[in-house]
């Protein structure tokens, strides 16, 4: 799970496997792609938390794939697939069966294509490999008994309204919007190796 390798979970996990348990877990990510910066890096960032006490778990990865094929759509759906990585992870650790999670996403074509249960993939999907990963990643949470409901969410309002006025996935969206555009500027200073293999896409032939 090496999307994971830059993350945080707290010592106390109760907080957010209650929230699980509860259905009243939420979760945001946004990605940051910067063309006029590097048009081969992007990057992700997502945030796990329990809305009541805050606790939280949450992380930063690179965006995935081959230099040509990475820019903004890949990115936002490297942090749903990070998002839900976690998820699981949180899952299985705790031996969660029954639960609900609400994950955020700016992107709309992301939402729309993490909702759908079609396993299949078109060979001629963008970013099939990510989409498939995705999807087994949600059908494999709801074999566990977690159900997972995404939701656009639109970014930057911060535009619009004041930060402690807006609701909290809008604060959280704009949050990891921050923390990906940090992550994604110190990569370009200082370029790494990303791993190549999606979690969860089955096989793959290249």
Known sequence: MWPLHDSSF???IE??????????AICVCD???????SESLGTAAWRLED???????????????AP???NAYRSELQGIHASLLAVSLLSRIANIERGAVTLGCDNETGVMMATSDWLKVGWNTKHADL?????????RLAARGINVTFVHVKGHQDLEMFYHHLPRM?????DMDSVAKARLRALIQQPQECCQAVFAEGWSCT
Not at 15 to 24: M, R
């Open 15 to 24: 907080p957010l496997v209650n929230a699980i348990f509860d259905g009243t």
């Open 10 to 12: 707290p010592d106390d």
């Open 51 to 65: 809305p009541h006490s805050g606790i939280a778990c949450f992380g930063k990865c690179q965006t995935s794939g």
């Open 68 to 70: 040509v094929d990475v």
């Open 131 to 139: 989409v498939r990963g995705i999807r087994q990643l949600v059908s």
């Open 31 to 37: 990605g940051s792609y910067m063309p006029h910066l």
């Open 170 to 174: 809008a604060q959280l969206n704009i």
